[in-house]
């Protein structure tokens, strides 16, 4: 069975400094990743996707993620950190089976960013 | 381009009483759909998905239903309500195939009281 799992429930930068939020993953097959975001009662924002593609991924607003099978990682990064990046985040593994997409969520990081 | 319409937005309904929620999709056809909840501070549990018209499949037992009408539109319903269906509902969609992301409507702050 596919999950992932993510490693910090809740995660406090500075403004300007770098965002990590971690993810690890287990899937038995090269899996589909994705993370997403999602602001206070709002639905859920595509930021990037993996799908065996280039490891290091580039998503929007400046987030990136690698993907790492021998540490079955795929933790989410951003060099700098914006007071609007403050938001819930996250990943997900999709495995494809009876004719859809089965999106696994884990729970979610919650990202404070301070000034 | 594509959108996801959700509605309505909030929701407040006394115990025992009907639910609809209901999400239509724009700007693609044949359309893989799916409901989610989200309790206050968990992931998100996926409750219902449907790859066609008429289609539907349930990932966990409760006291919800959905159906499919139309290609493009899904619609979440209860006959009677509990208290343990508050929450946060969100509607989805993917294309068909394998490695395709998933579209989100903005979701349903639902509200048994």
């Known amino acids: 069975a596919q999950s992932v799992t993510r490693l910090d429930s809740h995660v406090s930068v500075s403004e300007g400094t770098p965002v990590l939020l971690r993810c690890n993953y287990s899937?038995?097959?090269?899996?589909?990743l994705f993370w997403y975001v999602q602001h206070p009662n709002k639905g859920l924002q595509l930021l990037l996707k993996?799908?065996?593609?280039?490891?290091l991924v580039k998503g929007i607003n400046g987030f990136e993620a690698e993907f790492k099978k021998s540490e079955t990682s795929f933790h989410l990064t951003k060099p700098s950190a914006h007071m609007s990046d403050a938001a819930e985040y996250f990943c997900?593994?999709?495995?494809?089976?009876?004719?859809?997409?089965?999106?696994?969520f884990g729970a979610g990081t919650r990202l404070a960013v301070h000034p | 381009s594509q959108t996801i319409h959700q509605w309505p937005a909030t929701l407040v309904q006394p115990v025992g009483s009907p639910l609809s929620l209901e999400c239509t999709v724009e700007?693609?056809?044949?359309?893989?759909l799916y409901w989610y909840r989200q309790a206050a501070g968990r992931g998100l549990q996926l409750l219902f998905y449907?790859?066609?018209?008429?289609?539907i499949s349930s990932e966990v037992p409760q006291n919800l239903s959905a159906s499919r009408p139309q290609d493009r539109q899904f619609i979440l319903s209860s006959k009677k309500l509990l208290l343990s269906d508050s929450g946060f509902y969100l509607c989805?969609?993917?294309?068909?195939?394998?490695?395709?992301?998933?579209?989100f409507g903005q979701g349903t702050r639902l509200t048994v009281v």
């Open positions: 989805a969609w993917t294309g068909q195939g394998p490695n395709t992301e998933a579209f």
């Open positions: 997900v593994v999709s495995p494809f089976s009876g004719g859809y997409n089965k999106l696994i």
């Open positions: 899937s038995s097959y090269s899996p589909s």
């Open positions: 449907s790859v066609g018209i008429g289609q």
């Open positions: 993996y799908t065996s593609a280039a490891t």
């Open positions: 700007g693609t056809s044949n359309p893989n």
